[in-house]
């Protein structure tokens, strides 16, 4: 898909696509720049709530946290755990060559794949 693609270019060195669980990042943690991209997903998941059962608000809600995290990121806007903090440090922002249009697929295709 074009957000696989995407992501594959943009954000796969440093965010890996090989699922992970969070016990086995805690080992190999010095391996890796930030965490596998399935924690962050589960993470966000996890913590953004809705108050409405519909997956398709909590999926535009979670892509909208994505998009502006990933343009101006912040310990104060961060949902990471602490020890991500602390290991990986906050991610630099994205340079102004993804579009919108392109952060939306990758978002989209992150939530749906992980």
């Known amino acids: 898909s074009e957000g696989e693609r995407l992501f594959d270019r943009h954000c796969q060195q440093c965010h890996s696509k090989e699922p992970m669980t969070l016990n086995e990042l805690r080992h190999k943690k010095h391996l890796f720049k930030a965490p596998p991209m399935n924690l962050v997903i589960e993470r966000l998941k ?3 709530t809705i108050s409405v059962d519909d997956e398709d608000a909590k999926q535009a809600v979670v892509t909208a ?9 912040s310990i104060d806007k961060g949902l990471c755990r602490v ?14 060559s993804l579009s919108d249009k392109e952060l939306q697929l ?3 295709w992150s939530y749906e794949h992980f």
């Open 106 to 108: 990758i978002s989209a």
């Open 65 to 73: 946290f994505m998009k502006d995290y990933v343009r101006a990121p």
């Open 83 to 96: 020890g991500c903090f602390v290991q990986y440090g906050v991610m630099p922002a994205v340079d102004a």
């Open 46 to 48: 996890e913590v953004i």
